[in-house]
């Protein structure tokens, strides 16, 4: 059988518990290739993952609206939107400023791709060190995952897709141009999380785009080959990963 978790040494999956077990389990049955330079590093990216499907979790919880961008809101006491986003006060620290979106959700409103951003920036800074995060995203603008080089985000053809990747679910006969598509996470055994839409099977996320088709609509929403996720590789010289 095809080793498809390649790293010097071994891991022991009876160590994993929960989405970290699950999203091992889901990298050994794909057809990609995962290398490592060391256990630490695979362990790293499983806990960046996690992280990332908290945070997903974490955000459907926090109350925050769905809304397009000119009716968009953030906190004002942590930042001043601009033209093309929502950038950080310069007296406010990053990792304070990522931390409210999560606690005081009901002051924020921002439609799905700005939602997946923010889902990765929490999975960051709860996988790396709070003065690594702070000094990476000092200048932090919250629009979406083309802007921040640091922010590292990788986009791949194909439908490889594992638990804390973010694919796309097309609508291309929309009725309003806010439902052209959801962006969502993948949290594993048939769940995804997309702003606006909450936390559905494939299916049930066709299903709803689909019910936001203009009168007469032919074409289904489907789901995008295609998947984005984060650089674990370069963040993973930052980690806080604790020790087993």
């Known amino acids: 059988m095809m080793i ?3 790293i010097p040494g071994s891991i022991s999956v009876q160590s994993l518990q929960g989405y970290q077990k699950d999203i091992y389990m889901e990298m050994e049955k794909s057809y990609e290739l995962f290398e490592y330079f060391s256990s630490e590093e695979l362990r790293f990216e499983l806990w960046l993952r996690e992280n990332t499907i908290k945070a997903a979790h974490d955000l459907n919880d ?5 809304t397009s961008f000119q009716y ?3 906190n004002p006491a942590y930042w001043v939107r601009g033209s093309r986003g929502y950038l950080l006060r310069p007296d406010v620290v990053p990792s ?3 931390r409210d979106i999560f606690m005081n959700g009901k002051m924020y409103g921002f439609e799905c791709s700005t939602a997946m951003v923010i889902v990765f920036y929490k999975a960051v800074l709860d996988s790396i060190r709070n003065s690594a995060f702070n000094y990476l995203f000092n200048n932090l603008l919250v ?3 083309n802007y921040d080089p640091d922010l590292q ?4 053809r194909g439908e490889a897709y594992i638990p804390g990747d973010v694919i796309y679910f097309a609508n291309p006969d929309y009725k309003e141009p806010i439902w052209i598509g959801a962006n969502a996470v993948v949290l594993g055994r048939d769940q995804y999380y997309a702003h606006g839409i909450g936390i559905k099977t494939a299916a049930g996320m066709v299903a709803a785009l689909n019910s ?9 929403a489907y789901l995008l080959k ?3 996720r984060l650089n674990a590789r370069y963040l993973f010289q930052f980690s806080n990963l604790p020790r087993n």
């Open 226 to 228: 295609q998947h984005s």
């Open 143 to 145: 629009w979406n995952w």
């Open 153 to 156: 985000i990788i986009t791949k």
């Open 212 to 220: 936001l088709r203009k009168e007469g609509a032919t074409r289904s």
């Open 72 to 74: 968009s809101n953030f």
């Open 96 to 98: 304070e400023a990522i």
């Open 4 to 6: 498809k978790i390649r």
């Open 62 to 66: 926090s109350g925050a609206s769905f």
